[in-house]
C-alpha cells in the first residue's frame, strides 16, 4: 500500500497569523503568552490539515517562530558570544530575535547574524555562526514539546530536522565560508553528531517512529571527502533513535544516486519534479526493505498535477515496494500559499488549474488512493475535475497569444550589446555631474500605514483616481524632500504607489494573474505574494513613467527610474509550467524593453532595473549554469541595451553568493551594480577584486533587515575596506536593500550617516 505523507508545511497562517503575532509582539503591543498561543493554535490547525487530508503523519519540526535553520541552531546551542556568554535555561526566545534582527539599546547595538538565500528559492536563512572552538549542546526543548503537543492530540508524529552534513555545509566561520569546497568544517563533525545523537535518543524515547533529516546537500557537486562525510554520519548515527528517513530535493538524484542508495538509513527522499529521474531504472537495484519516498505533487510552483500521469509512473514499480513506498511533495510546501478556495477573484480558469497546500494534501491522498486501486466515488469525481481543469488550460486562447510569441521570434535579430562601458562612463559621468563615492538609495522608502491604506482603498473602488494620484504625489514630493535635505546624490521617488516589486508590474501586464491572499514567507515576517504567470506577458502601455516625470519634476538631482528586471519577475512570480522558463523571462524582457527606452524619452537619466534574484535561479548543479546563464544575461540585455550612451544603467542584487557567477553578472554589462555586502563584512567583494570587475559598484554599506541604526564608524570602516578591494573611482555609497520595510525616524537617522560617512571619506581622498 502506497502511503501519503507530507515533508513540511507554511508556518505563517491561512492569514499570515504568525506574522502579525511577530511584529505585534516586537512592537511591544502584545505579550510572549499571546505569541506562543498563535504558534500553538497554527500548529494544531496544520496538524490537523495533515492528518484530515490522509497523511500517515504529521510534520513537528517544521513550524519555526523565524527560520528552521535559526531554530536548530538555538536548539543545539550555535549562539554567537555577541548576544550572550551563556546561553539561558530555560532557552529565551527574544535571544533567537536578537540572531535574526539584531539587537539595539541605549548599553548596546548588535548586528543580526547573516542571512542568505535557501539554494534556489526565494527563502531566506539565518547562516549558523561557528567558531573554531564550537561546541554543541542542547539547549532547548521546544522540538520536545511539540512532539508531546502533537502525540497528546492523538497524531502519529515524524519529525524534520536539518540534516547534519548540509547544517555544516550551509553554516559559516571566521576561517571558512558557506559551501563543500571548505572541508575544514567537517572537523566539527564529531561533536556535532554527539548533539545529534542525544536529540535522536529523547525522541525515541518519545516514541517517535520516523525522523526526517533533510540533506539537500546531497544533491550538489561535492567532492570525495564530503561524499565520505555523508557515509560516516548516517553509519554513526543508525539505530542510535527512531528510523530516519534522509529526504533530498531540488533536484534530480540521478547523478548522485550511487551515494545516497549506499547511505545506511531506513528510507530515502528523492524529488520527481525538478530535473530528469528515469524512476524505473533508479529502483532497479533498490534494496526493498527500505522505505523509498517519491516527491511527485510539486512544492514550489503551483499548477495542479497530471495525477492519472504521476499515477501511471508510479504504478509500474508500486507492486514491489508494499507499504515502504511513500507518495509526498517534492519539497517542504514552505513555498506555496494555503488554500485556494478562499479565491474567489481569480478567473475560472486560472483558479481551477490551481493547487495551493491544502488542495496538495487533497492531490496525494486522491493519488494514493489511485496507486492502490482504492479510488472512491468522491475520488473520481476528484480526477475528473482535475482532468478537466488540465485540458482547459492546455487550450485556452485565455493563456496563448501568438503575438506576443511572434514578436519573441523577432527579437532574436535585436544587438544585445551596448558600446563598451570605457566609452560610455565618460557620457554619464558628463551628464550626471556626481561626486566621489555618490550616495543613493535601492528605491523603496518607509511604507507607512496610511500609504498602504491610501492604496488598498484605491484598489477597493473607495477613494477616487484623482485622490488616490495626489495622495501619492504628496508622498512622492515628501520623499523626494527628505533625501535633498539628507544630502543624496541620486535620488528615488520612494515607490508609494507600488505593494510589492513585482505584483506591480504584474497588475499591468497581460498574462499574470494575482491572489487576494496567497502569502509566502520570505523570511521571518516578511511575506511576499507571488503573482501567476498563466499566459504570454504583453504591456499594454507605460507603467512607472509618469511617476517617475513628476518625481523628476521636483529635483534638478537625477531622479532613479525603478523596474524590476526579467529574471526577477520571473523568480518571484509562480511561472507557468507549460513553456520553458526562458521563453517567458524573454517576453519580460521585450516588456521591460519598452518600458525604459520610455523611460529615457521622458528625461529620466538614470534607470534601475533590479536584479536580485539571478543568482537565486542558479542551478543547484554546474553542468546546468551555462544555459541558465546564457538565457538570464541575455534577458538583461535585451532589456537595456537599446539606451544611450549617457544613460547611466543601475542594477541591485542582495543576499547571494557572487563569487562563482560574477563573469555572468559582468557579461550583464549593467553600468552600476549595488549589493548586500554588511551582514557579511564586505566578504563578498573579494569576487569583483579578484575579478578585476570593470564596472561601478555600491557595496550595501548597513543592513536594512535591522531596526538597529549604524555608527558612523562603522560605514565609513566599511567603505574603507571596499576601496581595498576596488577602486575609489568605482564606488558608490548605499543601503544593501530597499528601505521600505522601516520606518521613518530610522531611516533618517541612518541615511544621514550613510551620507555623512561619503563626505568624511572624499575629505579622506
Given at each position: ?669 549593467a553600468d552600476v551594480i549595488t549589493i548586500e555586502t554588511s551582514r557579511s563584512n564586505m566578504e563578498l567583494l573579494q569576487a569583483f577584486e579578484d575579478f578585476k570587475y570593470p564596472n561601478e559598484i555600491g557595496p550595501g554599506v548597513y543592513d536594512i533587515h535591522s531596526p538597529n541604526v549604524p555608527d558612523l564608524d562603522w560605514m565609513v570602516n566599511l567603505i574603507r575596506q571596499a576601496a581595498k578591494h576596488i577602486d575609489k573611482k568605482q564606488l558608490w555609497v548605499n543601503p544593501d536593500c530597499g528601505l521600505k ?25
Open positions: 500500500m502506497a502511503i501519503a505523507h507530507n515533508l513540511g508545511l507554511p508556518r505563517i497562517g491561512a492569514d499570515r497569523e504568525l506574522k502579525k503575532a511577530l511584529e505585534s509582539y516586537w512592537k511591544g503591543e502584545s505579550s510572549k503568552d499571546a505569541l506562543l498561543q498563535v504558534g500553538k493554535e497554527l500548529r494544531q490547525r496544520h496538524w490537523k490539515a495533515q492528518n484530515d487530508n490522509g497523511s500517515q503523519w504529521v510534520t513537528v519540526g517544521d513550524f519555526a517562530w523565524y527560520d528552521h535553520i535559526l531554530e536548530w541552531s538555538c536548539t543545539i546551542g550555535v549562539v554567537p558570544h555577541r548576544y550572550t556568554q551563556e546561553i539561558p535555561q530555560p532557552f529565551d526566545l527574544d535571544l533567537l530575535f536578537a540572531m535574526a534582527r539584531g539587537r539595539q539599546n541605549e548599553q548596546e547595538s548588535v548586528p543580526a547574524c547573516e542571512m542568505t538565500k535557501w539554494y534556489d528559492t526565494n527563502y531566506h536563512y539565518i547562516v549558523p555562526e561557528l567558531k573554531k572552538d564550537q561546541t554543541f549542546k542542547l539547549s532547548r526543548t521546544f522540538l520536545f514539546d511539540q512532539v508531546k503537543e502533537a502525540q497528546g492530540q492523538g497524531y502519529q508524529v515524524k519529525v524534520v530536522l536539518p540534516g547534519p552534513v548540509t547544517y555544516l555545509a550551509l553554516s559559516k566561520g571566521e576561517d571558512f565560508g558557506a559551501g563543500t569546497e571548505f572541508n575544514g568544517k567537517l572537523d566539527f563533525l564529531p561533536n556535532l553528531l554527539a548533539v545529534y545523537k542525544e536529540v535522536l535518543s529523547k525522541l525515541k524515547e518519545l516514541n517517535v517512529e520516523w525522523v526526517q533529516l533533510d540533506e539537500a546537500f546531497a544533491l550538489l557537486d561535492i567532492n570525495d571527502t564530503w561524499q565520505q562525510a555523508f557515509k560516516d554520519v548516517y553509519a554513526e548515527l543508525k539505530g542510535v533513535g527512531p528510523k530516519i528517513l534522509v529526504a533530498t530535493y531540488f533536484e534530480s538524484p540521478e547523478p548522485n544516486q550511487d551515494l545516497l542508495k549506499a547511505l545506511p538509513v531506513d528510507g530515502l527522499h528523492i524529488d520527481l519534479t525538478r530535473g530528469e529521474t528515469d524512476l524505473v531504472k533508479f529502483v532497479s537495484d533498490w534494496d526493498l526493505t527500505k522505505v523509498l519516498s517519491l516527491g511527485v505533487i510539486d512544492g514550489r510552483n503551483i499548477w495542479r498535477a497530471d495525477l492519472d500521469k504521476i499515477t501511471k509512473e508510479v504504478s509500474t514499480i508500486a507492486q514491489n515496494f508494499g507499504d515502504n513506498l511513500w507518495l509526498a511533495p517534492s519539497c517542504s510546501l514552505l513555498h506555496v500559499p494555503y488554500d485556494v478556495e478562499p479565491e474567489t477573484k481569480l478567473h475560472e480558469e486560472v483558479k481551477q488549474s490551481l493547487a495551493f497546500t491544502i488542495q496538495k494534501l487533497q492531490e496525494l491522498n486522491v493519488l494514493a488512493h489511485a496507486v492502490n486501486n482504492d479510488l472512491s466515488a468522491q475520488d473520481k469525481e476528484f480526477l475528473e475535475r482535475q482532468n478537466k481543469a488540465l485540458e482547459t488550460r492546455r487550450t485556452s486562447a485565455h493563456i496563448n497569444n501568438q503575438a506576443v510569441k511572434d514578436r519573441v521570434k523577432k527579437a532574436e535579430s535585436i544587438e544585445l550589446h551596448r558600446p563598451a562601458f570605457a566609452d560610455r562612463v565618460a557620457a554619464q559621468h558628463d551628464n550626471l555631474n556626481l561626486p566621489l563615492y555618490p550616495t543613493t538609495t535601492i528605491g523603496s522608502f518607509p511604507q507607512t500605514k496610511e500609504i498602504r491604506q491610501l492604496r488598498s482603498a484605491w484598489k477597493k473602488g473607495n477613494v477616487s483616481d484623482a485622490d488616490y494620484e495626489n495622495g501619492m504625489k504628496k508622498e512622492i514630493e515628501l520623499v523626494i524632500r527628505e533625501q535633498e535635505n539628507l544630502g543624496l546624490d541620486v535620488l528615488v521617488h520612494g515607490e508609494p504607489e507600488r505593494n510589492d516589486m513585482v505584483e506591480y508590474f504584474g497588475e499591468l501586464l497581460n498574462g499574470f494573474a494575482f491572489t487576494q491572499n496567497g502569502w509566502v514567507q520570505s523570511y521571518g515576517s516578511r511575506c511576499v505574494k507571488p503573482p501567476i504567470i498563466f499566459g504570454d506577458v504583453s504591456r499594454s502601455a507605460p507603467m512607472t513613467v509618469e511617476w517617475a516625470k513628476f518625481a523628476q519634476s521636483l529635483s534638478d538631482k537625477p531622479v532613479k527610474g525603478m523596474l524590476t528586471g526579467p529574471v526577477t519577475m520571473l523568480q518571484w512570480s509562480f511561472v507557468r509550467d507549460d513553456q520553458p522558463r526562458s521563453e517567458t523571462c524573454r517576453q519580460l524582457a521585450l516588456v521591460l524593453r519598452d518600458e525604459i527606452l520610455d523611460l529615457e524619452a521622458a528625461g529620466i537619466k538614470v534607470i534601475q532595473i533590479d536584479e536580485p534574484a539571478i543568482r537565486e535561479g542558479l542551478p543547484l548543479r554546474r553542468e546546468k549554469w551555462d544555459e541558465y546563464l546564457k538565457w538570464a544575461v541575455d534577458a538583461f540585455l535585451l532589456s537595456t541595451s537599446g539606451v544611450r550612451d549617457e544613460t547611466q544603467i543601475h542594477t541591485h542584487m542582495c543576499y547571494s553568493e557572487f563569487n562563482d557567477i560574477i563573469k555572468a553578472i559582468a557579461d550583464m554589462d520595510t522601516r520606518g521613518w525616524p530610522e531611516t533618517k537617522a541612518s541615511l544621514d550617516i550613510m551620507v555623512k560617512a561619503a563626505k568624511q571619506l572624499r575629505q579622506e581622498a
